[in-house]
């Protein structure tokens, strides 16, 4: 049986999945200044950094939060499904985590409600992809049902890695 780190990094590697997901955060980030970011999932280090942070693709002015829900991975402690910020954030990362969440509909109600007004959420999602974290690995979104799920957003753009018909991940973002 191949384990599942190597199916992980196969995937990654052959569907350009990190790539996908690095170039499209990168020119998200790229103009962004003096921001207040909230990242869900910050996620544990690996080899002496976080891997799965994108915050060091942000210019420093931006008042950046890691957070992640296990307590041993060093960021704030952030449950989404319980968070109960209001209009507090200028943006909201949500990347390979919503996957993850038994109830995403509370976390994407929450994320609306914790943006300022005209605030930006960024979603990525996979959709061909390993199973990953299990047991915690709950869903496989399509395009039509993240449109329908962020439907409370003024603005949805979405971008899919792969196919259309036979995408390997999106990127989301979504304006309030």
């Known amino acids: 049986m191949v384990g599942k780190d190597i199916l992980r990094k196969i995937a990654h590697i052959a569907f350009g999945v990190d790539r ?16 207040k970011i909230l990242e869900l999932g910050s996620g544990k280090k690996e080899k002496g950094y976080y891997r799965y ?3 060091n693709f942000f210019h420093s002015s931006n008042l950046f939060l890691q957070s992640d829900i296990n307590p041993g991975f060093g960021h704030k402690v952030i449950d989404a499904e319980k968070m109960s910020y209001k209009n507090e954030f200028d943006t909201i990362l949500c990347l390979n985590v919503l ?9 994407i109600n929450n994320i609306h409600r914790a943006l300022k ?3 930006v959420a960024v979603f990525i999602v996979p959709v061909f992809y390993p199973f990953h974290d299990e047991p915690a690995d709950y869903w496989r979104f399509t395009e039509h049902s993240l449109r329908n799920l962020l439907g409370n957003f003024k603005k949805i753009s979405l971008k899919h890695s792969g196919l259309r018909q036979y995408p390997f991940a999106y990127f989301i973002k979504v304006i309030k």
């Open 117 to 119: 007004p005209k605030g």
């Open 53 to 55: 942070s994108v915050k």
């Open 99 to 107: 996957e993850h969440i038994l109830n995403y509909e509370k976390v």
């Open 20 to 35: 996908f997901k690095k170039s499209n955060i990168k020119e998200f980030a790229k103009n962004l200044r003096g921001k």
